[in-house]
């Protein structure tokens, strides 16, 4: 196989660990690879028939899993509705006025939900304000019902607060720049953009591409500006030290909860699973049976 048609492989095969078949321009814009790849090019390279992937009703997969197929298209109906709801949820959140990005990732951002799933957001505040701005996002969420704690049994549709950085701390350091998180960046799903945050964020991470070199930021995000009140309230909460008083309250809480969450100047990450460690091992594994380098 050449370099493209290892690529191809490579990229299908991540997203079979997902049970996600690719449209060919899906393809292209998650292409896995050591270079950029164009367009005509790789299309070209999908149609070599000696590839294990075969094609249906437009999307491409590992030989032998077709059934990938109807399981997307059912899922992308059951997804299509959650967006709907997670929008609504986002729009009556997002006056918080240290929030700066709000975002919809995992498995919703790709449109590859089940029915039961709850809906992952990633969120980007001003600085300094992680953990007041969770503060009200907490308060708010449980006040609209949706919000999903560890007491929750049923997580379908509820919101799981997955990340939130401060904008000064949205560059990820070496030890996480991986294809995991490489993806899970490009897939994010930008809703409320305030102060152009989002296109900073994709800016600071720009390593993604030695992993996904053909993404681009498809098209222009929405950016909303500071209002004075805005301001005059992030001025109050510093001024007040609202963040401390916070962040005490809510470490005060968590003190006999804690399990694999991450917690750090400007990071706070509460996702109690580490999918990362599985499906990077999992991917291993498949690129050592096509016979493709290991990460």
Request: hydrophobic share 40%; glycine share 4%; net charge positive.
């Amino acid at each position: 196989m050449d370099s493209k048609q290892k690529a191809i492989l490579k990229t299908l095969l991540y997203a079979d660990l997902f049970d996600y078949p690719l449209t060919k321009t899906e393809i292209l814009r998650f292409l896995i690879s050591e270079k950029s790849i164009g367009e005509d090019d790789l299309y070209a390279a999908l149609e070599n028939k000696t590839l294990s992937i075969e094609k249906s009703e437009g999307y491409f997969y590992l030989a032998g899993r077709r059934s990938l197929v109807k399981k997307r298209q059912e899922r992308e109906k059951i997804s299509l509705r959650k967006l709907e709801l997670a929008k609504k949820i986002i729009n009556k959140i997002s006056f918080i006025p240290m929030v700066k990005l709000i975002g919809i990732s995992g498995a919703l951002s790709m449109k590859n939900c089940d029915e039961d799933d709850d809906i992952d957001l990633f969120v980007i505040t001003d600085k300094n304000s992680v953990w007041i701005t969770r503060l009200f996002l907490v308060i708010l969420l449980t006040f609209l019902g949706v919000y999903r704690n560890r007491q929750s049994k049923n997580h379908t549709n509820k919101i799981c607060l997955n990340m939130i950085l401060d904008k000064n701390h949205i560059s990820f350091d070496e030890k996480n720049r991986d294809l995991y998180t490489a993806h899970e960046i490009v897939q994010l799903l930008p809703v409320y953009n305030k102060e152009k945050v989002y296109e900073r964020f994709i800016g600071e991470n720009l390593w993604v591409k030695n992993y996904i070199p053909n993404f681009t930021i498809e098209k222009d995000v929405t950016s909303y500006k500071n209002s004075f009140s805005d301001k005059l309230i992030m001025r109050l909460i510093r001024v007040m030290q609202l963040e401390s008083i916070a962040k005490f309250l809510q470490s005060f809480y968590m003190r006999n909860h804690k399990t694999r969450e991450i917690i750090k100047d400007g990071i706070l990450k509460f996702h109690p699973y580490d999918y990362k460690i599985y499906i990077l091992k999992d991917y291993n594994k498949g690129l050592l049976k096509y016979n493709l380098n290991t990460l």
